[in-house]
């Protein structure tokens, strides 16, 4: 995707982009490196484009429409993110009341204290929020309606649950929860990484509140359904 402004810069702010297919074989397409994440190999990479020229029928879409054509991607696309983190935290959820169980410490097994108790309880009420709100993101899609709000809040709120979530299953393992004997400490980063990936939380807060205040300006109010 690169920028495709008139020289006088015309257009609107969404009209600037356009996305180009470039053949990993074009001449001055170079892979500069893998770039690790979180201290392990990734296949994220850096990518230099130098004096890359391909034929105009590699572009997708009208020239400025580029913009438009990422946004109704990553819309689906931080649904799919959130689905998928409700069905790691649900599974982050097994291991931490299975230990809570098997456990035993200082005379009881974990599940008697009340600490592990409460991180039991705000686990449930954080798996059963982000789940429904998931669920709910993906209707509000579904009927037409504008969902630019609903899934920005859904990209907000679904990452940190997760991130509580997995938290809260690495201390009730002890040692064990950063150890590679179980996904945990995966599931950590991969919660971590989504309040950045897909754009980063203080973004989607912005949208969200501009959204709201521009209903309240134009002389209505937020309805939050029945
Ligand atoms: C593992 C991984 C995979 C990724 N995969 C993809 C991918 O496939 N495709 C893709 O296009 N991108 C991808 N990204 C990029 C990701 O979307 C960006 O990293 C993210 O949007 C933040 O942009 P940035 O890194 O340039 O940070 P910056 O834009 O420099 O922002 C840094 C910080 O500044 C703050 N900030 C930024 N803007 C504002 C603002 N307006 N107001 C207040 N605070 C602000 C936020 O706290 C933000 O975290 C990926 C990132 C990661 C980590």
């Not at 257009?11 to 994440?37: A, E, H, L, S």
């Not at 997760?162 to 150890?179: L, N, T, Y």
Request: proline share 4%; glycine share 10%; hydrophobic share 40%.
């Amino acid at each position: 995707m690169c920028r495709t402004e008139e020289a006088d810069g015309a257009g609107g702010v969404r009209d600037k982009m356009t996305q180009i297919i470039v053949p990993t074989d074009t001449p001055g397409f170079n892979i500069v490196r893998r770039i690790p994440v979180w201290g392990h190999d990734s296949n994220h990479c850096e990518i230099e484009y130098k004096n890359v020229r391909v034929p105009v029928t590699n572009q997708l879409g009208r020239t400025g429409s580029g913009h438009q054509a990422a946004q109704d991607r990553l819309g689906a696309g931080r649904v799919f993110h959130c689905m998928n983190s409700v069905g790691q935290m649900w599974r982050a959820f097994d291991l931490m009341v299975k230990r809570s169980i098997d456990r035993e410490v200082h005379g009881g097994r974990l599940e008697t204290k009340q600490f592990i108790q409460g991180f039991i309880a705000d686990s449930y009420i954080d798996i059963m929020t982000a789940r429904l709100m998931t669920i709910h993101t993906a209707e509000i899609i579904d009927s037409g309606q504008d969902p630019r709000t609903i899934i920005s809040a859904l990209k907000v709120y679904v990452p940190a649950a997760f991130e509580r979530v997995v938290d809260r299953a690495i201390q009730v393992h002890g040692a064990m929860g950063v150890s590679g004997d179980t996904p945990l400490a995966g599931m950590y980063t991969g919660a971590r990484t989504l309040r950045l990936a897909d754009g980063p939380d203080e973004v989607h807060r912005i949208l969200i509140a501009k959204n709201v205040l521009n209903k309240y300006h134009d002389g209505g109010s937020w309805d939050f359904g029945i």
